[in-house]
């Protein structure tokens, strides 16, 4: 078995019943999501970070399309197969599920994580899912941004070379 493959759901209900486990085993579920389109420092020590506030780290990779309509007709750089294989990789990193919405508010509500975190260039009321992971006595933050350290940033350096 190929143990970074075996961290991607391949169907939301197999992420419910991994996340389902893991609860009746007590840990604290930590959610995070993004587009990873350049896995860089800053996502890393992100992780991290994120990974240090709970038991299991959830990280939701957005769809190629849902890349493509949030950031623009040249995203993604790197298709979602290679994102979520570079993301499953990472050892901090416990599951990892693939989205098409551009929000992530089913999956958070279909995982109902005890923490849902964000870089730190979201503040707390612009997270989604925030309030629902709120109501159910969950926590939110926000978690450091390394300036200069963002996929957008890396793509103007390449275009102005």
Known sequence: MNPIKNKIANEMSDAQSTVNAWVSNNEKIVFTNGCFDLLHIGHIKYLQEARSLGDRLVVAINSDASVKRLKGA?????????????????SMVDLVVL???????????????????????????????????????????????????????FVQKLDNK
């Open 74 to 90: 040249s995203r993604p750089i790197k298709d979602e197969e290679n994102r979520l294989y570079c993301m499953a990789a990472l």
């Open 99 to 153: 989205f098409e919405d551009d929000t992530p508010i089913d999956v958070i509500k279909s995982l109902n994580p005890n923490v849902l975190v964000k870089g730190g260039d979201w503040s707390i009321d612009q997270i989604v899912g925030s309030e629902y992971v709120l109501a159910r006595g969950g926590s939110v933050q926000s978690l450091k941004f390394i300036d200069g350290q963002s996929t957008t940033s």
